[in-house]
């Protein structure tokens, strides 16, 4: 079936350090994605997203690169800091203008540590 | 301006038992959802409203699964004859369209014992 999976389950970086954290998703008819940063104890938080006529969109510290030759997303952190420890989701919108409205699927999420 | 709020935060129940959760969107988000997430694992969908169209039901997992909506504000979901298996938590989240980014509340976490 249709997923979206990440490749790296943890990252640990230092403070100052940039971070990429990356998604594969398998299903081409997706148009709509965004990334989700989820602290413990917390809902996701909507970080960046990003439409499938587009490769990049910048954010404040944050970049999504969308590849869809092979069906790949990343997430680039500038200069990350503790405060950007958490767990981070990509998720994928696979008919955002067609009939399954709403149905983000989401990965496993990745652990991202940022050490002082 | 609020986010989406939901309650309530932690609930313990008995197998068997009934539970009802409420989630409250960001005012003016027309579309609401539901998804859960158990422990260590990313969010399944469960149902979603948009505006006055019927509800996507699709992602609940059975009948004792079910969840309504006043208007374009409050929702509930409701969980009958509670099993472990439905300890998780119950996230809620809104947008302002269904092809718009999604607005999570903190969660409700639910314990079945």
């Known amino acids: 079936g249709e997923s979206v999976g990440l490749h790296l389950p943890t990252l640990s970086v230092q403070e100052g350090d940039n971070s990429i954290i990356n998604c594969a998703y398998s299903n081409s008819a997706s148009d709509y994605f965004i990334w989700y940063k989820q602290e413990s104890g917390k809902g996701p938080q909507f ?4 439409r499938s006529n587009m490769d990049k969109r910048q954010g404040q510290r944050v970049t999504v690169l969308l590849n869809k030759t092979v069906k790949h997303l990343s997430l680039q952190i500038a200069a990350t800091q503790p405060g950007d420890s958490a767990v981070y989701f990509c998720a994928e919108n696979p008919n955002a203008g067609g009939t399954s409205y709403g149905k983000l699927t989401f990965g496993q ?8 | 301006g609020a986010g989406v709020s939901q309650s309530p935060s932690n609930k313990v129940t008995e197998k068997g038992k009934d539970v009802e959760l409420r989630c409250d969107p960001i005012s003016g988000h027309t579309a609401l959802y539901w998804y859960r ?9 469960l149902i979603y409203f948009q505006g006055n169209s019927a509800p996507d039901k ?3 997992p059975s009948d ?8 374009e504000s409050v929702s509930t979901l409701t969980i ?21 980014g999604q607005y999570f ?9």
């Open chain 1, 47 to 50: 970080i960046i997203d990003i």
């Open chain 1, 109 to 116: 999420g990745t652990i991202l540590t940022v050490h002082p």
């Open chain 2, 58 to 60: 699709s992602g609940l």
């Open chain 2, 64 to 71: 004792r699964f079910s969840a309504e909506r006043t208007g």
């Open chain 2, 105 to 113: 509340g903190p969660g409700t976490r639910l314990t079945v014992t």
């Open chain 2, 80 to 100: 009958q004859r509670t099993q472990q298996e439905d300890s998780a938590v119950y996230l809620c989240a809104s947008s302002l369209g269904v092809v718009y």
């Open chain 2, 37 to 45: 997430q158990r422990l260590g694992q990313g969010l399944e969908f």
